[in-house]
């Protein structure tokens, strides 16, 4: 969500409290991704998948606000996976859930795993309105990860543009980042870790503990799991936002 600045001390605490409800409110499709992308394709993988947020903050402004996806994927070749979000649902602070949009997403690995010093991928993702006054988005960029040992890294850096009518020029930008140390317990994988969130367009930065891992339930089968929550790292960001993410992949 893009928000709106103020540098002067004396501006009133009202007026900047209303603003700040005006921007979360006139953005509602912006930027809510809090999952890091892995750039693997596994051909011939289906996936469902739901993640949810849900912020907590003593400013009214962003107490509540929450946002939760739901997608279903499939890998068609080893370098190409496309995934649609078949319901994106949003709620601001004070206000009903609704249906933000859908998602087109498409995840292309461009390395094979362990091929160069980190495995890349490229993510390219439509995103379509339903709210009025609020454009379409086309997101692109690229992926990384890194493994070593048990320690496994992502970095994902995305450029966003609005598309239709109402759409501002230039682009905007975010990096999420994630950090796991991976614990074998027999068909558990426990992966303790953080991850991060940055936002300059909204001026918004978090970081926090995670706990993520997957269940082996059969050949081919498995179900990722991840909760956590992160801290904001200035005023412009929920004190914290608690994540939870839900994942069935079979071959």
Same mark, same amino acid.
């Given at each position: 969500m893009t928000m709106i600045r103020t540098t002067s001390a004396r501006f009133p605490r009202k007026l900047t409290g209303l603003l700040m409800l005006c921007a979360i409110a006139g953005h509602a499709r912006a930027d809510n991704d809090f999952i890091v992308y892995s750039p693997d394709v596994v051909k011939g993988q289906s996936e469902v998948e739901t993640y949810?947020?849900?912020?907590?903050? @003593?400013?009214?402004?962003?107490?509540? $606000?929450?946002?939760?996806? *739901?997608?279903?994927?499939? $890998?068609?070749?080893?370098?190409?996976?496309?995934? *649609?979000? *078949?319901?994106?649902?949003?709620?601001?602070?004070? +206000?009903? @859930?609704?249906? $933000?949009?859908? =998602?087109?997403?498409?995840?292309?690995?461009?390395?094979? %795993?362990? =091929?160069?010093? $980190?495995?890349?991928?490229?993510?390219a993702s439509y995103g379509y309105s339903k709210l009025a006054g609020i454009p379409d988005t086309f997101e692109? +960029?690229?992926?990384?990860?890194?493994? @070593?040992?048990? *320690?496994?890294? %992502?970095?994902n850096l995305i450029w966003n543009r609005a598309i239709g009518v109402g759409a501002g020029p230039g682009y905007d930008f975010r990096a999420s980042y994630s950090l796991g140390y991976a614990i074998e317990q027999g068909r558990v994988t426990w992966i303790p870790g953080l991850e991060a969130y940055y936002r300059p367009a909204d001026d918004a930065h978090q970081i926090g503990p995670v706990l993520s891992g997957e269940i082996r339930t059969g050949p081919g089968r498995e179900i990722e799991f991840g909760f956590g929550m992160v801290y904001g790292m200035n005023p412009w960001a929920p004190q914290k936002t608690w994540l939870a993410r839900l994942e069935y992949e079979f071959l």
């Amino acid at each position: 969500m893009t928000m709106i600045r103020t540098t002067s001390a004396r501006f009133p605490r009202k007026l900047t409290g209303l603003l700040m409800l005006c921007a979360i409110a006139g953005h509602a499709r912006a930027d809510n991704d809090f999952i890091v992308y892995s750039p693997d394709v596994v051909k011939g993988q289906s996936e469902v998948e739901t993640y949810a947020f849900l912020s907590q903050d @003593n400013r009214a402004v962003f107490n509540g $606000a929450s946002g939760l996806n *739901i997608s279903v994927a499939h $890998a068609f070749t080893s370098w190409w996976k496309p995934e *649609i979000y *078949i319901g994106e649902f949003n709620t601001n602070p004070g +206000g009903p @859930n609704y249906l $933000a949009g859908y =998602e087109f997403e498409n995840t292309f690995q461009l390395t094979e %795993r362990g =091929e160069y010093w $980190a495995d890349l991928g490229w993510l390219a993702s439509y995103g379509y309105s339903k709210l009025a006054g609020i454009p379409d988005t086309f997101e692109f +960029g690229p992926l990384l990860e890194k493994r @070593n040992g048990h *320690i496994d890294q %992502r970095l994902n850096l995305i450029w966003n543009r609005a598309i239709g009518v109402g759409a501002g020029p230039g682009y905007d930008f975010r990096a999420s980042y994630s950090l796991g140390y991976a614990i074998e317990q027999g068909r558990v994988t426990w992966i303790p870790g953080l991850e991060a969130y940055y936002r300059p367009a909204d001026d918004a930065h978090q970081i926090g503990p995670v706990l993520s891992g997957e269940i082996r339930t059969g050949p081919g089968r498995e179900i990722e799991f991840g909760f956590g929550m992160v801290y904001g790292m200035n005023p412009w960001a929920p004190q914290k936002t608690w994540l939870a993410r839900l994942e069935y992949e079979f071959l």
